[in-house]
Every structure is written in structure tokens, then in C-alpha cells.
């Protein structure tokens, strides 16, 4: 018996899915939280790009930031670790099923503070993973300490001053190798979408660092992590415009003004410098410009640095190309032989 | 027929005048020099030789946590019975260490024999030990040509005085010189050259050879046998269990552990038509990360496992805990050492018991594994992989110091004739018969408090759920609902019952003169000393007492009914506060006064001396 035809959805993407497959459960966030924006978004960018729910990883610690996979593509598979320790998680299961295409959702204490080892070596083994920052410069359920990333001089609601250097994810990624480095702002959708469509389809770490309002703890004047101090002072360098693989049109680049990057799965992501001197395959030259704008309290965002080709850790690993996860019993158990041989090595 | 063997006269710097040599076979021999001179190779020799003559052997290494110049101490011991604990005390000891020279010769049991460096100036003890004094720092130059290779060279030349004392058969003696140096043509050369040297010097100074005796026994009880290491007993185990993410971070005694398996992987688990590898080693960052790595990779279905002593135990607590509550399975292999903090990272301890138990916050339990031998390192390796897909959780595989880094001998490992056990997981078609909805990762559909789960990646995109360490319902959904909550923690309690019933079941060794009153309980590595120690007890004062050896947590009811049977039941641990009678007690309160403890932690690996002596202390007279 052939079950009836469902209702052809009205729009839907390359897998034939509506939007509404890559929605989740209800937010529980603050009304107005950078964090749910950023989840509107990644519905959009997921749907839009045509990710397959069952191949998408959500992976996520502890906070506010690491709640949302909830509210998002409620039919991937996901895992909401222990505060700080994403990355190995995320590590463990692409090695285990390297087809999983998983997307890290963590926030500035999970990745600045408990977690900024694992944070580093996730970077330094280049493990294909699109990590986002949630980054909102403060601590959310515990009701609005500083975290690591707040800057030099930004106050608490309490009127406390920051006092000491802020991590700051970008700089740091670009000085451990990661080949794909951006900063957005949660309310510049245009960007943040453009950056992380090419995020999901770059193989390697892609670092994410999206500045992302807390409406509670963080959006007083003082604060530099707030929405009026995102919106007067956000200054994109690059320009980002992505091309899914499936979009074949041509679009001329003039020369000198733009870069033009193909990732692995023929998309392409254009970078345009919006500012003389910016060079997006230069991480020296970027990270010595993030580090001047920190110091005169600049907000810059764009896709800062990419440079695909580097082997990821799966890569480097030599697995085979199967999942390990679904590797048959005679795959994994050497033979009798082989046990013998090693017996007699031992006699 | 078997000579009985010495026991009695085990208290070391006795001055009895002329004490009369122990029979053929049955002393000690000790080696003491200074870490990192290479003595390490001479020693294997030395054990080797005695292994190939069929002699029963067993090789005890105690090191200090330094890479070079601290002192550090080999023990061969040969027994007639086989006995391969530790004995207390030696008869032969080889001096290469000025700095514990003396306090060695101190110790030598009446009737010993001494080889030395002739400079040492070692004596005063009469009769009662025979001394050979030996020009090793001359003879090394006359054999070694380079000044920088004497330092190592020189233990081969004790191997050759031993060789000629001893009357070691020169053909097992270079067989193995082979056996460890045979891939590297020149360093043998070397050190052959230093052995016969050594022999022959010897053998004109002193014709006579010493009062010890070896002899190669009629029936040789090491034919067909292997010598291994429990590490990497472990380590062949993981790799024939299939293991597929190995994450671990280097610790002082579980690092040959990973290193062995790193090397069995390569050779054994590289697909021969690609050269791609159907594994993965991973050096983590740190133990958090190990944890993290083996949780992540048993979530998405390889079988995980990661390798750690105490101090990383420690630090794995919180992500250990998260694998229990939302039932991830990974192995963890505990080799245990001497705490509590960095304690004595070289000495062997029983001392994480507590703290694995109820590793992490909350309501947790872990089950845990106990191999005794080198031959179930390797069985309950294959094992723990099966129990810990079938249970959903972290099973963790208890071995020591003195099992993991020690030489034992055994017979070959049996190949894995069982199926792997992949546990409860849905399949794609599975999936497609139980419909939308049809599936809940954490309802119990069978009754044994294991629930299904589905592994991500699962080809039809069927499946999916939520893995998360908050309170979660049935459905893996968050819920801050009491009776959500506690549905699942209540489950988890019917599933730790069919862990308890389905774990390794200990075993019983009767006394053999029928119901005793009292029993005696180990597990581990104190085993060997209390089975030796149960003979001594029933030769030498009529005692006769049975025995149950543990080899899992939770307890099986036979532990129940052993304890039940006895009035005073002896819990042997390595441990300074009896921590697993603490457990048995806390299990089963009822019995809890019957146990009686026998602990040690110093490090040592345990004796049947010291436990005779415990259990004579607290018995009553038969």
C-alpha cells in the first residue's frame, strides 16, 4: 500500500525539507537574547544550504548558549556536555563517524574560561567542526558575572569595572593555525548568515565568534557587549558572500577588490576587504589588525581569515573512510592468526 | 618430589652464624642500582634465562618516579611451587647502587650471597653470607671501548658473573640476550661480549660457584608458556574487543598501556588493502579531554575506552558522572598507584576503590572490573566492551602497578570465540518498524532497566534524540518535573541489578577440609600472596580457611552467601582504609561485622608474609 501523498510543503530547499524541519522546541531564553537570533538564524542557514538533519551533530557544554540546540533542527542528534567540554565531545564522535557534520554551539565561559584548553587543541588538531561563540561577555545563569571576554574597562549593571585583559577567540584561533576565522553580530543577519553558511561547508575548525547581547546582564550603557554599543560601533573589514556548490552562475570578481575561496564541496565564499590593507589570507596581517582595533576599542566583524586545505584531524588520523562507528565485527577483530603470532613474539 | 620451601626465616639482618643455603630454585634475587643506567635489559636477561630453563620465576620492578639517578631495585624470585607474589627479603643480591648498598646487604636473609662492585667494601657478616666482590668499573673497560656506553654495558657484566654463580645454561642465556636485543645487531654484540667477559672473569676468581643453587627441573612448567606485562595484556585485549577511539593523556602507570595498544593497532588494525587505520589513538590535552573524547566516540558507537591512574580518575569525575546518568559507554582502564594527591607515582596501591564507586556528584555508581592475572587483564579487556554496550554506561577495569608494569608468566591467551556484544542499539529498519514516535531513548521496553539507543549518523535519518546531564524524561526531553526526573533515576537503579547479576561472578576456592569459620576475601593483585598465604597457614599452623576472590562491583549474591558462611571473613587490600570492606560493608550492612581487615600501603607489592601475619594476628588458635 502506498501511503498518500503528503501536502507538498510550499517552499522547500534541495532535500525537498520545509523550514519547519530545521525549527526546535520553544526557546527558553530571555525575550530579545542575541542567543535566539543566532538560532533564527542558523534555522535559515541550515534549511537554506540543505543540511541533512540526521548528519548534523549539535554539540554544546553549559549556559545559556549551550541550551539552544534544543531549538533548532529538532530531528538532528545532539549532546549537551559537561560545562567547558564541547570540544573533546565533539572530537570523540567525528573520529567515531567522521560523515557527521558537527556544529558546536558554545558560549564565552564555556570556551573563554572552563574550557579554553580544549578550545586550543580542538583548533591546533583542526577538527572539522563549526564552532560557534555565543558571546555575550557575561554569565548568564548565574545571574551576570564577568566572563573572560568582557573588555578592559566595560562595567557590570552593578557599575563594577573589568579589570583584566579579555581572551579573545579570534586572535587566539588565528595564532593556533585555525584556517577559518570570523566575528559577527548577532543583529547583522545578512553577515552572520553569509558567515556561517561557509562555515558549515568549510572541512576543518571553523571559529565563529558572534558578539551576542545579553538583554538581562549586558545591555547597559557600559557595557561593550550591548546592542546599542554593537549597533554604533560594528565595522565589518570583509565583505562575505557565499555560493552553495548547486548555483552555478558565474558572477565576475574584479580583480584586486575581492578573493574568491573554493571549499570542498565546489561552494564558494567571496571576501570583499572593506578596508585598504585587509587581507583575509593573511593571518599575521589579521591578527595584527584585531589586536590594534582591541586597543582602540574598535568592534570589528567579517570573515577575518580563510585558508582551506589544511588536513583535518580525521585526515591525519589516516581512518578509514567508513564511520568507525559502523565498521562490521570482522573489521575490528584482527584475526586468529594475528593473536598467535603475538603469542609466540611473547614466548 | 618438590623440596618444601623456605618460609620461615623471613626476617631479614639476622646474625646466625652459618645459616644453611635454601634448597635449589627457591630464593630471592635482587638487583639494586640507579635508575636510568640501563639495567633494566640486564634484569629481562637475567628473568628471561631462568623462564627458558623452566624454572618458575617472577620479576618485580620497583622504580622511583625520576628518569635517572634515583635508587631502583629488581627482584627475581624463583619457587619451586610457582609461587609469583612477592617474597620479603632476598638471598641474592647484586650491589650496583653505592647509595643502598649497605642497607641491601643489611637485608640479605642469613645464608645469602653477595655480588658487588670491589670497592663497596661490603662485609662483616662472617659466614653467614658469601661474598663475591667483583672489579666491574675494570672489567667494563676491558670489554666496552666507549666511555659513554659503560654506564649500560655494565649490568650485562653482572648477568655473566650471575650466569657462572649460578650455573646458568650459557645457550638460554644468549637466546635471551636475543630475545631483547635481536633488532639491534651491534648493542648485542656489545653486550654479549660483556656477559661472556663477565662469566669468565668469574669463573677463574671463583671456580667454586656460589652456595645458591639453579636447576633445570624435570618437568619444565614454562614450556609453551608467555611472559608478558599486564598493560600490555590489557592492551591485547582492547585490540581484539575492536576498540576504535582510544583517547588518553601519559600517566605513570597507565601509560605502557596505551603505548602497546598504539602499537598493536598499527600492526594489527591498518585495513591491508587501503593502509587506512579501522582505529584511533588520540593524546589528549589533559584527562578531562580523555573522558570527554571516549564519551563522545561511545555516543556515536565506536568502542571507546580511554587509560589513566588516579590522579586522572580524579579529574575525569564530572564526565564519568555525565556518561552514567545519560548512559553513554566507554571503558576505563584504572592502573592503579599509590595516592592520595601525586603520592608514589612508581608504587602499586588497591586505592581508588571509593572513589570509583560513586565516581562524580549525585546519585552515581560505576561498575567495576578486577583482573588478578595478566591472563584476565587481557580476558576482561575483551569483556568490558561487550558489558559496557550492553549496560549503557562507563565500566572500568581496576588493575595495578604491580600488575600492569610487572613481567608475569601465563599460559598463551585464548582467541575470542564470543560474538561482540553491541548492546541494545536500533537499526535503520528498526527504526522504520517502530514508526514516528516509536522510539524513546530512556523508556524501559524489556524490564531490565537498559533502554534502547540509537546512534547518530543512523542511515534514514530516523532516531534522533537529546543527550544531555540535566534532568531528562523517557524521551531524553528536559524536564524539571519530579516525576519525570525520577522515573529514569529509578531506572537506572533496576539497571544496576542487572548489572550486579550479570557481572563476572567471583571465585570460590574451598579450604578443603569442608566448611570453615573463617574465610578470607581479595581481588586483584592480592590474590597471589593470599592463596600462597593460605598454604603456608594450612602447612605450617593448621589453619585451614576459604577463600573468595572478588572480580567485580557491584557484588554478585555469591559474595552475599560467602560472607553469610563465615563468621570472620579477612579482607585483604592495598590500601590504608580498608576501602573495599567499607564498600562490602555499605552493601551489605548485616555482615558488615564479620569483616576483618589485613591492609598494606607502602607501595610494596603485597607478600603472603604480611598476610599471614595479619590473619594470625586476628584469628583465634584452631
Given at each position: ?347 | ?312 580518575i580524579s579529574l575525569m569525575g564530572e564526565l564519568l558522572g555525565f556518561a552514567y546518568y545519560a548512559e553513554v559507554p566507554c571503558v576505563v582502564f584504572d592502573i592503579q598507584r599509590l595516592g592520595p594527591s601525586t603520592g608514589l607515582p612508581t608504587r602499586t596501591a588497591q586505592g581508588d576503590l571509593l572513589q570509583v564507586a560513586t565516581l562524580s556528584h549525585g546519585d552515581t555508581r560505576h561498575p567495576m572490573l578486577f583482573p588478578a592475572s595478566v591472563a584476565e587483564a587481557y580476558s576482561m579487556a575483551l569483556d568490558a ?238
Amino acid at each position: 500500500m502506498t501511503p498518500p501523498e503528503p501536502p507538498r510543503p510550499q517552499k522547500s530547499n534541495r532535500l525537498g525539507l520545509p523550514l519547519e524541519a530545521y525549527k526546535g522546541g520553544k526557546s527558553t531564553l530571555c525575550l530579545g537574547c542575541g542567543h535566539d537570533a543566532i538560532t533564527a538564524s542558523l534555522v535559515r542557514v541550515l534549511w537554506e544550504s540543505g543540511i541533512e538533519p540526521g548528519r548534523l551533530a549539535k554539540m554544546s557544554g553549559i549556559g545559556c548558549s549551550s541550551k539552544t540546540p534544543a531549538y533548532f533542527s529538532a530531528g538532528s542528534w545532539a549532546f549537551n556536555a559537561c560545562h567547558g567540554r564541547m570540544p573533546p565531545v565533539a572530537t570523540g564522535a567525528l573520529v567515531a563517524n567522521r560523515t557527521l557534520l558537527p556544529l558546536g554551539v558554545s558560549g564565552d565561559g564555556d570556551t573563554a574560561s572552563i574550557g579554553l584548553g580544549h578550545f586550543a587543541h580542538a583548533i591546533r588538531r583542526n577538527v572539522p567542526l563549526c564552532y560557534v561563540i555565543e558571546n555575550n561577555g557575561v554569565y548568564g545563569l548565574t545571574k551576570g558575572q564577568f566572563s573572560a571576554t568582557a573588555d578592559m574597562g566595560s562595567r557590570l549593571r552593578t557599575g563594577e569595572e573589568n579589570r583584566a585583559e579579555p581572551v579573545d577567540c579570534c586572535t587566539l584561533a588565528l595564532e593556533l593555525g585555525c584556517g577559518f576565522v570570523a566575528r559577527c553580530f548577532a543583529a547583522d543577519k545578512r553577515q552572520l548568515e553569509a558567515v556561517l553558511k561557509a562555515a558549515l561547508a568549510y572541512r576543518g575548525t571553523a571559529v565563529v565568534d558572534v558578539v551576542s547581547p545579553c538583554v538581562t546582564f549586558n545591555n547597559h550603557e557600559g557595557s561593550t557587549k550591548s546592542y546599542d554599543w554593537g549597533r554604533e560601533n560594528e565595522r565589518a573589514v570583509v565583505e562575505v558572500g557565499f555560493v552553495p556548490f548547486w548555483e552555478t552562475v558565474e558572477v565576475e570578481v574584479p580583480p584586486g577588490e575581492a578573493r574568491e575561496v573554493l571549499l570542498p564541496d565546489g561552494s564558494r565564499v567571496r571576501l570583499r576587504t572593506l578596508e585598504e590593507g585587509f587581507d583575509t589570507s593573511d593571518p599575521v596581517a589579521a591578527w595584527k589588525r584585531l589586536r590594534e582595533a582591541r586597543a582602540q576599542k574598535e568592534f570589528l566583524t567579517g570573515l577575518f581569515h580563510l585558508v582551506p586545505g589544511k588536513p583535518t584531524f580525521d585526515e591525519a588520523l589516516g581512518l578509514v573512510d567508513e564511520p568507525l562507528a559502523f565498521l562490521p565485527p570482522e573489521r575490528l577483530r584482527p584475526s586468529r592468526e594475528a593473536l598467535s603470532e603475538v603469542m609466540r613474539s611473547l614466548m | 618430589m618438590t623440596p618444601p620451601e623456605s618460609r620461615l626465616a623471613d626476617a631479614p639482618g639476622s646474625t646466625v652464624p652459618v645459616s644453611p643455603p635454601p634448597p635449589a630454585n627457591d630464593f630471592v634475587i635482587r638487583v639494586g642500582t640507579v635508575n636510568g643506567s640501563g639495567s633494566q635489559t640486564a634484569n629481562m636477561v637475567l628473568l628471561r634465562t631462568l623462564f627458558q630453563m623452566g624454572v618458575p620465576v617472577s620479576g618485580k620492578n620497583v622504580f622511583p618516579s625520576n628518569i635517572q639517578g634515583l635508587p631502583t631495585w629488581f627482584e627475581i624470585r624463583l619457587s619451586p611451587r610457582g609461587y609469583v607474589a612477592r617474597r620479603k627479603g632476598s638471598d641474592l643480591l647484586v650491589a650496583m647502587n653505592h647509595e643502598t648498598a649497605e642497607k641491601d646487604f643489611a637485608e640479605l636473609r642469613p645464608g645469602g650471597v653477595a655480588v658487588f662492585e670491589e670497592s663497596m667494601r661490603l662485609g662483616g657478616r662472617g659466614e653467614d653470607v658469601q661474598c663475591f666482590p667483583v672489579p666491574f668499573a675494570v672489567l667494563v673497560q676491558e670489554c666496552c671501548p666507549d666511555p659513554k656506553l659503560r654506564r649500560l654495558v655494565v649490568n650485562m657484566v653482572y648477568v655473566g658473573v650471575l650466569a657462572h654463580l649460578l650455573d646458568l645454561e650459557a645457550q638460554e642465556v644468549s637466546r635471551a640476550l636475543k630475545t631483547m636485543l635481536g633488532g639491534k645487531p651491534k648493542a648485542l654484540a656489545m653486550n654479549e661480549v660483556a656477559v661472556a667477559l663477565g662469566r669468565r672473569w668469574a669463573a677463574e676468581k671463583y671456580p667454586g660457584r656460589c652456595r645458591l643453587r639453579v636447576e633445570r627441573p624435570v618437568q619444565n612448567v614454562n614450556a609453551g608458556k608467555i611472559l608478558i606485562d599486564g598493560n600490555s595484556a590489557a592492551a591485547l585485549g582492547c585490540c581484539f574487543a575492536g576498540v576504535g577511539v582510544v583517547s588518553w593523556y601519559p600517566i605513570t602507570p597507565s601509560t605502557s598501556l596505551g603505548e602497546a595498544l598504539t602499537g598493536y593497532l598499527r600492526k594489527y588494525r591498518t585495513d591491508p588493502a587501503t593502509g587506512k587505520a579501522t582505529f584511533a589513538v588520540i593524546q589528549a590535552e589533559d584527562e578531562l579531554a580523555a573522558a570527554g573524547m571516549a564519551i563522545g566516540a561511545g555516543w556515536a558507537g565506536a568502542r571507546s575506552m580511554t587509560t589513566t591512574s588516579g590522579p586522572g580518575i580524579s579529574l575525569m569525575g564530572e564526565l564519568l558522572g555525565f556518561a552514567y546518568y545519560a548512559e553513554v559507554p566507554c571503558v576505563v582502564f584504572d592502573i592503579q598507584r599509590l595516592g592520595p594527591s601525586t603520592g608514589l607515582p612508581t608504587r602499586t596501591a588497591q586505592g581508588d576503590l571509593l572513589q570509583v564507586a560513586t565516581l562524580s556528584h549525585g546519585d552515581t555508581r560505576h561498575p567495576m572490573l578486577f583482573p588478578a592475572s595478566v591472563a584476565e587483564a587481557y580476558s576482561m579487556a575483551l569483556d568490558a566492551f561487550d558489558l559496557a554496550e550492553r549496560w549503557q554506561t562507563p565500566v572500568f577495569v581496576m588493575s595495578d602497578l604491580d600488575l600492569g608494569m610487572n613481567l608475569w608468566g601465563s599460559e598463551p591467551f585464548p582467541y575470542p570465540e564470543k560474538p561482540m556484544e553491541r548492546g541494545k542499539v536500533l537499526t535503520e529498519a528498526d527504526l522504520l518498524r517502530l514508526g514516528k514516535g516509536g522510539f524513546s531513548r530512556y523508556l524501559d521496553r524489556d524490564g531490565d532497566g537498559i533502554p534502547y539507543r540509537t546512534l547518530p549518523g543512523t542511515p534514514g535519518g530516523l532516531g534522533a534524540y537529546f543527550t544531555r546531564g540535566s534532568g531528562h524524561d523517557e524521551s531524553g526531553r528536559y524536564t524539571e518535573d519530579a516525576e519525570g526526573y525520577r522515573v529514569v533515576v529509578e531506572r537506572l537503579l533496576r539497571k544496576w541489578e542487572t548489572i550486579r547479576c550479570e557481572a563476572p561472578t567471583p571465585e570460590v576456592v574451598p579450604s578443603g577440609r569442608g566448611a570453615t569459620r573463617a574465610g578470607v576475601l581479595a581481588f586483584g593483585t592480592s590474590w597471589f600472596p593470599v592463596t600462597e598465604a593460605l598454604d603456608i597457614l594450612r602447612e605450617e599452623r593448621g589453619m585451614a580457611l576459604d577463600a573468595l576472590r572478588l572480580r567485580a562491583f557491584p557484588f554478585h549474591d555469591r559474595v552475599r552467601e560467602f560472607l553469610a558462611d563465615h563468621d570472620r571473613v579477612y579482607v585483604v587490600e592495598q590500601n590504608r582504609d580498608a576501602q573495599m570492606r567499607k564498600i562490602l560493608s555499605a552493601e551489605l550492612p548485616d555482615l558488615a561485622p564479620r569483616l576483618r581487615s589485613v591492609l598494606t600501603f607502602d607501595g610494596w607489592p603485597l607478600d603472603a608474609g604480611t598476610v599471614c601475619a595479619g590473619i594470625v594476628a586476628q584469628e583465634p588458635a584452631p
